[in-house]
């Protein structure tokens, strides 16, 4: 997963993390508060009711006495409590009703409910009063029930009051969470931006410094922001500067080099060549002379290639016909002993935008290692459709052993001993400078390089 897809993916985790739990402490919170308050509410109105009632008088309550005055009189009380609680009744230690706010129940009923509430009912004979959990009535209704301990006798007062904060509250949480959904999605919305943007500015940094890994020193590297990404390409640029000024300062040091080198080359060619030239044919020292000046030009040809690897000039490209370089490169490549060289291009221009010298070098670099690996015949050819255009070097060699085919484009490999390691990855540099590229099949007899230039 991209970078910034990941970042936007934290951000809302984040996001959705905080609010969710953020929102359910505020709602556990105000529940709690609320509950709370109905509890001291419950509690207030079920002393303030009890006030006046003579526990040991309602304790002596017996089933038929519903018309006595004494029933009516606590059912008439309880009654009155109709505008701030849901019912109210009284009942023995048993759990037997003695008195009810609603008609119809009569002295000694069970109420099976109480059952669930023992604890509760404890704890209000122990301490005088009490209050029980929320709970849901058949319609699906929340009530709270509250108990007060009588004064002078066994029975407990129970008044309920219905939980009328659960739904406004229930519209809160409602409200919150579309709230939550609709700030996740701006946070989203901003968090793919701002990651966005960061990403960019890591993406321009990342291809800046490809680049300078690749030896791409011509364009800068983008200032960025600020802060620790705009310190970051500050640096980037920094090194870039600081690579260009160093590899100047060595190519520079390389051309003297080779500059010194090369004079004394030419006066030991110059005077082998002179020397030869006084002997007679059959005489072992000219022969001996002869090697002397091959192995000079040599030497001043990995000169040559150094220079040409370390320090390419800019292709001067213009619109050319492949087969021409081709054609001087093999001339270039001249007798090759008992090999056979065959050149075989297309009766009709191949035209390129490209470099001619750098073609013809890169032909010429591929036909030297096809000639040094042939067992037989090279042959170069070249082909084209329109948009592009390609030239092949096949030799029919032993092939390139797989463990080195990584590698045979690195500068300075090589598997002769006579060899520098710069010829192919020349021929790559100048070839992707030129809009190409550079590929290669090989296998036991059949070795072939394939040169692409894009039109």
């Known amino acids: 997963m991209p970078l910034r897809y990941r970042l936007a993916v934290a951000f809302v985790v984040f996001a959705a993390g905080a609010l969710g739990i953020g929102g359910w402490l505020v709602y556990r919170s105000t529940r709690g508060l609320l509950e709370a308050g109905l509890d001291e509410k419950l509690e207030a109105v079920a002393v303030s009711a009890s006030l006046g009632i003579d526990g040991d008088l309602v304790s002596q309550l017996r089933p038929g006495d519903e018309a006595t005055r004494l029933f009516q009189a606590y059912s008439t009380r309880l009654r009155e409590l109709a505008p701030v609680s849901a019912s109210a009744f009284i009942f023995d230690s048993a759990g037997g009703l003695l008195v009810a706010s609603w008609p119809g129940p009569a002295i000694g009923d069970r109420v099976h409910s109480l059952d669930l509430y023992g604890a509760e009912i404890e704890e209000a004979r122990a301490t005088g009063t009490a209050t029980t959990t929320l709970f849901q009535d058949e319609g699906g209704r929340w009530y709270k029930l509250g108990f007060v301990r009588l004064d002078d006798g066994p029975a407990v007062l129970a008044v309920s009051m219905p939980a009328s904060f659960l739904e406004p509250l229930e519209r809160l949480r409602a409200q919150m969470i579309s709230f939550a959904l609709v700030a996740l999605a701006a946070?989203?919305?901003a968090a793919a931006i701002l990651s966005r943007g960061l990403t960019r500015a890591l993406e321009q940094l990342s291809g800046a410094a490809r680049r300078i890994g690749e030896g791409q020193y011509a364009d800068p590297v983008p200032a960025g922001a600020g802060g620790e990404v705009g310190q970051l390409a500050r640096a980037l640029e920094e090194m870039r500067v600081a690579i260009i000024r160093r590899e100047e300062e060595l190519r520079l040091m390389l051309a003297q080099v080779a500059h010194e080198i090369r004079n004394p080359l030419g006066g030991i060619e110059l005077f082998a060549g002179a020397a030869a030239e006084g002997l007679p044919v059959a005489d072992e020292r000219r022969g001996h002379l002869e090697k002397i000046r091959a192995e000079a030009r040599e030497l001043d040809r990995v000169i040559t290639d150094f220079l040409t690897f370390?320090?390419?000039?800019e292709p001067a490209?213009?619109?050319?016909?492949?087969?021409e370089p081709l054609e001087e490169a093999a001339l270039m490549i001249g007798d090759a002993g008992e090999l056979e060289v065959r050149v075989e291009l297309p009766a009709e221009p191949l035209y390129i935008?490209?470099?001619p010298d750098q073609v013809k070098r890169i032909?010429?670099?591929?036909l030297r290692n096809a000639v040094a690996a042939?067992?037989?015949r090279v042959v170069l050819t070249a082909s084209?459709?329109?948009?592009?255009?390609s030239l092949t070097v096949s030799d029919d060699g032993p092939g390139i052993a797989e463990d080195v085919r990584d590698r045979i484009f690195q500068p300075f490999f090589t598997t002769r001993a006579d060899g520098a390691g710069l010829g192919l990855a020349i021929v790559r540099k100048l070839a992707e400078a030129n809009a190409g590229s550079v590929d290669f099949e090989t296998r036991e007899g059949e070795t072939s390089f394939v040169v692409t230039f894009e039109n």
């Open 187 to 189: 946070i989203a919305l």
């Open 310 to 313: 370390a320090k390419p000039q």
């Open 317 to 323: 490209q213009r619109k050319i016909d492949l087969r």
């Open 353 to 355: 935008v490209a470099d």
């Open 363 to 366: 032909a010429v670099n591929l």
């Open 374 to 376: 042939a067992q037989q």
């Open 384 to 389: 084209g459709n329109g948009e592009r255009a």
